[in-house]
């Protein structure tokens, strides 16, 4: 079975800083996808970002970036110019290709990301 | 234009109660999905349902089954409520899950178990 692991449970930075967020994943398949979701005070699921596995080229969504390193089954999330708005728990999701039900869509289990005036 | 809603957003019962949690999606999507989020923050699918087929997760007692009187309801219901149903349940949808489509979430019902 695919795990998530997300290796800091919190996590803060200045506003206007730069903050990555650590994914990994452990998978035997070679297509699958991935998601960065984002879940503010409010409890509301945000999708972030998402990525195919069969896509070279790292997902870009505004001040979201991810980096992609399929080899080591890592997943990071990279917010630029942090705002007070990005403070949430985000967490990092993976689905198999084969998955045609979205039954295995796997979490891992969050970072709490704090955002400083 | 919610998405996906969901109601109530909060429930508190007592132990044994029976209740019902309500999903309606307004994105045309074909699979409607039911998650819970327990106390530390795990998110786990209970049921997954795309108008011909309901997955359900083994690990998921059978006091919750998943009624959908259409494709854009996907309703939970839940008998003889316990202390340990406490949580937090997501209601989301996607369109396709064989192309990966994203999944869109409700804002979760706290259901307190008292």
């Known amino acids: 079975a695919q795990t998530v692991t997300q290796s800091q449970p919190e996590m803060s930075v200045q506003e206007a800083e730069t903050v990555t967020l650590s994914c990994t994943y452990d998978t035997s398949e070679s297509d699958y996808y991935l998601f960065w979701y984002k879940q503010p005070p409010s409890r509301q699921m945000i999708l972030v970002i998402r990525?195919?596995?069969?896509?070279?080229q790292n997902a870009t969504e505004n001040r979201f970036s991810v980096n992609f390193q399929k080899a080591a089954k890592s997943f990071s999330l990279k917010i630029s110019d942090s705002q007070l708005g990005d403070a949430a728990m985000y967490f990092c999701?993976?689905?198999?290709?084969?998955?045609?039900?979205?039954?295995?869509?796997?979490f891992g289990p969050g970072t709490r990301l704090s955002v400083l005036p | 234009d919610t998405a996906v809603s969901q109601t109530p957003k909060y429930l508190v019962t007592q132990m044994g109660n029976d209740k019902s949690i309500k999903c309606e999606q307004n994105?045309?999507?074909?699979?409607m999905y039911w998650y819970k989020q327990d106390s530390k923050k795990f998110l786990k699918i209970m049921f997954s349902y795309n108008n011909k087929e309901l997955i359900i997760n083994e690990t998921v007692p059978n006091r919750f089954s998943p009624k959908s009187p259409d494709k854009a309801h996907l309703n939970l219901h839940i008998n003889s409520l316990e202390l340990g149903d406490s949580a937090v349940y997501f209601c989301?949808?996607?369109?396709?899950?064989?192309?990966?489509?994203?999944?869109?979430f409700g804002p979760g019902t706290r259901l307190t178990v008292l």
């Open positions: 989301a949808s996607s369109q396709d899950p064989r192309a990966g489509d994203t999944q869109y």
């Open positions: 999701a993976y689905r198999s290709a084969l998955d045609n039900y979205g039954q295995n869509f796997v």
């Open positions: 990525q195919e596995a069969y896509k070279q």
């Open positions: 994105l045309g999507h074909d699979t």
